[in-house]
């Protein structure tokens, strides 16, 4: 059973850089054709995705979130971490990370098999 862990700070005040980092157990964020995907709602608002990193390292971006977002990850921790630059009280939401198998449908919300439960994000001063 795969589970995934958000953590990281629940209040980022504007202009800062929103930080989040998603534990993997039970399963390797490096095995073959898993995709590892940061997806945020905003408060009234729907499912967003953001970004993603591959088993391979390769990453992904939102086109409209692309300039400010960065993917990285630890495999010695089996983690992933989204860092997103520049933060407006529009940021505020809930973030989740999630995982899929393949990665070409990134707003399928089916193709997604695990998710974390979610972490709030407040951005406000």
């Known amino acids: 059973q795969v589970q995934l862990q958000e953590s990281g700070p629940g209040l980022v005040k504007p202009s800062q850089t929103l930080s989040l980092t998603c534990t993997v157990s039970?399963?390797?964020?490096?095995?073959?054709?898993?995709?590892w995907s940061w997806i945020r709602q905003p408060p009234g608002k729907g499912l967003e995705w953001m970004g993603a990193?591959?088993?391979?390292?390769?990453?992904y971006y939102s086109p409209s979130l692309k300039s400010r977002t960065s993917i990285s990850r630890d495999t010695s921790k089996n983690q992933f971490t989204l860092q997103l630059s520049s933060v407006t009280p529009e940021d505020t939401a809930v973030y989740y990370c999630?995982?899929?198998?393949?990665?070409?449908?990134?707003?399928?919300?089916?193709?997604?098999?695990?998710w974390g439960q979610g972490t709030q994000v407040t951005v406000s001063s």
């Open positions: 990193i591959a088993y391979s390292d390769n990453t």
């Open positions: 999630a995982r899929s198998h393949g990665g070409s449908s990134w707003s399928n919300w089916d193709e997604y098999d695990y």
């Open positions: 039970g399963g390797s964020i490096t095995t073959n054709d898993y995709y």
